[in-house]
């Protein structure tokens, strides 16, 4: 947000962390996202502050321009005005392994202490309490995009110490943007809390992970959103609020 932009008074969780989202991304970046909140806040960065960035789907879509909020990465409205329509093979080796993709987004069932994200299985490999998707391509990502953002909210089922199977590497992982505050990489990678939300407070988000949280020397106040932010939010990209809410 920009010194003069009037701050919002009126803002919903997902709404700030859609806003933090946006704002890590810069002018010409090319990011790989898939649906949800990232989506939102890349469509919301473009919007503002990030004209030219061009956005990826894991489904083929480049330099996608979506005039809806898309239900799933096969949606038409991904396909509508992009660049170019590849096959995902181009996309993850001329694109994604080729070094081209400057942020990737990515959440799973679990993250743990040092940015892991497990998409594989809760419990044990051989006999899982319960099993999930899999990698698809988040691995990949997470090895070859040059910055990885999480958004998700905190929970301590979600955050363990240690994931039950690393599905992707936390080496990349930039910032883990939450509903309670923002987690970023410390001394040997330990994810530390550098920045609180409004009305948050250290001990609630340390009964939402399941490690002894550690802090930076000064933990910031997470900025507000601005005034048109929300506005572009809830009248043009997410009319619905299908995210938002």
């Known amino acids: ?87 995902m093979a181009d996309i993850f080796q001329c694109f994604l392994q080729n070094g081209k993709i400057q942020i990737g987004f990515l959440g ?21 309490t319960v099993r999930l998707p899999g990698s698809g391509g988040a691995c990949e990502i997470a090895a070859h995009a040059q910055r990885v953002l999480i958004v998700t909210k905190l929970d301590k089922r979600a955050f363990p110490e240690k994931v039950d199977f690393v599905t992707s590497s936390g080496n990349r992982v930039a910032k883990i943007i939450t509903n309670m505050g923002v987690l970023e990489p410390g001394p040997g990678g330990e994810m530390i809390l550098t920045a609180l939300h409004p009305g948050v407070s250290f001990e609630q988000v340390q009964a939402n992970v399941g490690w002894t949280l550690k802090t930076a020397a000064t933990v910031a106040a997470s900025p507000l959103p601005s005034a048109r932010e929300i506005e572009l939010l809830r009248t043009k990209l997410d009319p619905k609020r299908l995210h938002i809410k």
């Open 108 to 128: 799973g069932a679990q993250v743990d202490k040092f940015g892991n994200i497990n998409t594989t299985v809760v419990g044990g490999y051989d006999a899982p």
């Open 1 to 87: 947000m920009t010194p003069t932009a009037e701050a919002a008074t009126d803002y919903t969780l997902n709404e700030l962390m859609c806003v933090l989202a946006a704002r890590e991304i810069k002018d010409r970046d090319v990011v790989f996202v898939g649906i949800g909140l990232p989506n939102l806040a890349c469509n919301l960065a473009r919007a503002t502050h990030a004209p030219n960035m061009t956005l990826i789907y894991e489904s083929g879509a480049v330099g996608a321009v979506p005039d809806r909020v898309p239900p799933s990465i096969g949606d038409p409205a991904l396909v509508t005005g992009s660049l170019q329509v590849t096959s």
